[in-house]
Every structure is written in structure tokens, then in C-alpha cells.
């Protein structure tokens, strides 16, 4: 089978314990799936770390696993990383049938220039960073590239029914959602209004100037 391909054997220690497995450049893994019963693997985390670097969440992964020949496909459901050090803690995987459609979050990625924010006083607000999709596995895009070309004036919008995908995926978030607009700064008027009152407080602070005999 070609493409990623990560190799997990069987874990005999766990709860609090995993932390010695750590400590030897192991991570504890959970492979579970549809009529599957969750499997306690573990991985060499280098290489653990090349595959989530590679596979994201979308991406499928051939897992290698003792007693079974051919490698189960998977995909990485989650990842839990140390909140201070970032180090790698665990990871879920989730075996996927490649005839059965699956759900999955797909980051959204804005490509392109907007015309519109050529002109000083402008901001690019972007409401939504995900799309949430279902189709086959292998048809499980990376993310999803939202093109800001098309806006060229201020209140011009995209709404999730403006993104294009492939006939075989299906589109699960609202599609009257707005993904980005363009509108007017308020950093400028904001200014404004603070230079203003500086100088009414310097021209109140001022002596008045007494006339010459």
C-alpha cells in the first residue's frame, strides 16, 4: 500500500505508567474504530511526530500492527500535547472503511489578495477558520481554499455556499454561514475622535491671553 505508514505494536503499560514510556521516546496510542474494539498500541514518537506533521487530521495513514497483514487505514481523531511544553502526550486514531463516507473538520485556508484592501482603512474579518464535511475517506481534502480575489469593495462577503468542492463532498456547515467580509476600519475614527479631544483639553488648559494696556 502506498503512502504514510507508521508501525505500532501492542502497549502493556497503562494509566499514570505511560509516563516511563515517554521517557523512552514512546507514546501511548488508542486505535478504535466501527465494530472494533479499542486497541492500547504505542509508537516511536520521532516518527509519530513526522506522520502528524505529514497526515494533519484529514490524511490517511497506513498503520502497521502486529497479527493483522495488510496495514489498517486510519485517520488521527486527536492529539493531546503537555499545555506548557507542548511535548507529545497521546494520540487517537480512528480506523476508517474506504467505502463508508466519514465526517471530518477541514481548516479553511485564505488565499489570494483582496483588491479591497488595497485602499488604506480597510479590514479582512474572517468569522470561520473550519468546514465541516463528510465524503469517503481517500476524498478528505487537507483544507479547504477560500479565494479572496472576488472581493473588490467594501461589504462584500463570502458565504459558505460561495466555496467550491468536489461533487463527492458534502457540505454539513450552515450555508447562508459567513466565512469572510470586508469592511471599513474603526481604528482610523477612533483616532480621530481621541486627537480630537486632546485638543479641546490643551485649548482649555491654555491661559487665556490677558489684552495690553
Known sequence: MEGLRLQAIKRE???KKTRFLRRQGITPVHLFGHNLKSL????DTAKLQRIISQAGMTKLINLETEKVKQPRSVVIREIQRH???GALLHVDFYQVRKGERMRAEIPIVLIGEAPAMKVRGRSLMQTLNSLSIECLPDKLPPQVEV???????VGQVIHVRDITLSPDITVNTNLDQLVVKISEAVVEKVEEVVEEAVAEVKAEAEPEQQPAD
Do not use: F, K
Not at 479565494?147 to 469593495?153: K, N
Open 147 to 153: 479565494d479572496l480575489s472576488p472581493l473588490e469593495e
Open 40 to 43: 492500547a498500541l504505542q509508537c
Open 13 to 15: 503499560i497503562l494509566g
Open 83 to 85: 499545555p506548557s511544553t
